[in-house]
């Protein structure tokens, strides 16, 4: 991830936790996410893998050749509102990532 990134408005995909879980399920996510999104001033977009620790464990050496992934994506989060008030610091930052994995945590894959 680069500032180049940001200001050429190309897409980057940041995983809130910081890594794979070790049981598949969401983890709390990290400040520094909060960070980038503040900087950035860039809408967020939502996505929640389904399926992938099943495919590849955090531990595994290669992936499974079985199995089904799905990617289930959001509405797009803006938060210009809480960016415009000018707050900082690791509680802001937090926030941010906090609502972040609220709008992931909702996401489900739709029912046929």
Same mark, same amino acid.
């Given at each position: 991830? %680069?500032? +180049? /990134?940001? @200001?050429?408005? =190309? &897409?980057?995909?940041?995983?809130?936790?910081?890594? &794979?879980?070790? #049981?598949?399920?969401?983890? =709390?996510?990290?400040?520094?996410?909060? !960070?980038?999104?503040?900087? %950035?001033?860039?809408?967020?977009?939502?996505?929640?893998?389904?399926?992938?620790?099943?495919?590849?464990?955090? @531990?595994?050496? &290669?992936?499974?050749?079985?199995?089904?992934? %799905?990617?289930?994506?959001?509405?797009? !989060? #803006?938060? /210009?509102?809480?960016?415009?008030?000018?707050?900082?610091?690791?509680?802001? +930052?937090?926030?941010?990532? #906090?609502?972040?994995?609220?709008?992931?945590?909702?996401?489900?894959?739709?029912?046929?």
């Amino acid at each position: 991830m %680069s500032e +180049y /990134s940001f @200001h050429t408005w =190309e &897409r980057v995909l940041i995983f809130p936790e910081g890594e &794979r879980t070790a #049981d598949g399920q969401l983890g =709390e996510s990290q400040p520094g996410v909060g !960070l980038v999104i503040a900087k %950035s001033q860039a809408p967020v977009l939502p996505l929640r893998l389904f399926g992938a620790f099943e495919a590849f464990p955090r @531990h595994a050496k &290669r992936p499974a050749l079985k199995g089904k992934i %799905s990617v289930v994506v959001g509405e797009p !989060l #803006d938060f /210009s509102a809480e960016i415009a008030t000018g707050q900082k610091g690791k509680e802001f +930052y937090q926030s941010l990532c #906090d609502r972040t994995m609220a709008a992931i945590a909702a996401l489900e894959i739709p029912k046929p």
